[in-house]
Antibody, heavy 118, light 107 residues
């Protein structure tokens, strides 16, 4: 059974860069895409972007100038970087697996609470 | 971007009740509509994908229907563990988007 474990700094200051990692256990990065989603009380669930097993990314246009998503196949993990943080980026961040074809999110990480505050 | 509108946003019901939640997309999303359940402090959990296919391990009291712009999630007989928040999500077109959620309360 595939599980996702995620980690990264939870308290950051405005203008700093968020770095989150998500490791895939019990399965391979191949044949799926890997997604980042965030959830805040104000904006609900928001898709940030995804990366496929070949390393091609698709990022939400409104975040594209601040977001990068990468893959490390040697470690079986993928990562999110979000730069120029503001308070509006405060949210719970989830990594999730996107099934090719049906495009549903069938496995989720537990979430990382990120707070941006001076 | 495709907007997803769920109704109602909140619903009170009793154990054993049949409930229906609706989700409307702002444009045709074919059948790329998925339903998730989220309990407090947990990640969302996939219940139904591509409008009507039950995810493995999900009880058969959950069902989904619809295509195009209008979709429904039905729980045929509510159980205590079903009181949670439900979200729909479209994956027809990026950026993928979610409904605002329907919180199911115990009456």
């Amino acid at each position: 059974q595939v599980q996702l474990q995620q980690w990264g700094a939870g308290l950051l200051k405005p203008s700093e860069t968020l770095s989150l990692n998500c490791a895939v256990y019990g399965g391979s990065l191949s044949d799926y895409s890997w997604t980042w989603i965030r959830q805040s009380p104000g904006k609900g669930l928001e898709w940030i972007g995804e990366i496929d097993h070949r390393g091609s990314t698709n990022i939400k246009p409104s975040l594209k100038h601040r977001v990068s998503i990468s893959l490390d196949t040697s470690k079986n993990q993928f990562s999110l970087r979000l730069s120029s943080l503001t308070a509006a980026d405060t949210a719970v961040y989830y990594c999730a697996r996107l099934v090719t074809g049906t495009r549903d999110l069938d496995v989720w990480g537990p979430g990382t609470t990120v707070t941006v505050s001076s | 971007d495709i907007q997803m509108t769920q109704s109602p946003s909140s619903l009170s019901a009793s154990v054993g009740d049949r409930v229906t939640i609706t989700c409307r997309a702002s444009q045709n999303i074919r059948r790329y509509l998925h339903w998730y359940q989220q309990r407090p402090g947990e990640a969302p959990k996939l219940l139904i994908y591509v409008a009507s296919t039950l995810q493995t391990g999900v009880p058969s009291r959950f069902s989904g229907s619809g295509s195009g712009t209008d979709f429904t999630l039905t729980i045929s007989s509510l159980q205590p563990e079903d009181f949670a928040t439900y979200f729909c999500q479209q994956s027809d077109t990026t950026p993928y988007s979610f409904g605002q959620g329907t919180k199911l309360h115990i009456k």
